[in-house]
């Protein structure tokens, strides 16, 4: 399967909708098992995001020391 290209706003968008739907009981519990294992992708899509940016900015911050 192909890595999935979502921007981190995309993701938190994302995860944040089923965070609601979750807090208004809106999914019956075939539909929560599988937007709980989206948002464990999700989420860790948005930590590497993260990760990657830090590294990148510790990167171009040390460059001009």
Sequence with gaps: M???EIKY???VREL???VEKMEND???IDQLSEQLKRAK???K???DKLT????EIKKLLN???
Aim: hydrophobic share 35%; charged share 50%; net charge negative.
């Design 2 to 4: 192909a890595k999935e």
């Design 52 to 55: 990657k940016a830090d590294e």
């Design 9 to 11: 706003e995309q993701a």
């Design 41 to 43: 992708l999700l989420v």
């Design 63 to 65: 460059e001009e020391s």
């Design 16 to 18: 944040e909708e089923i």
């Design 45 to 47: 899509l948005c930590r």
């Design 26 to 28: 809106e999914l019956d």
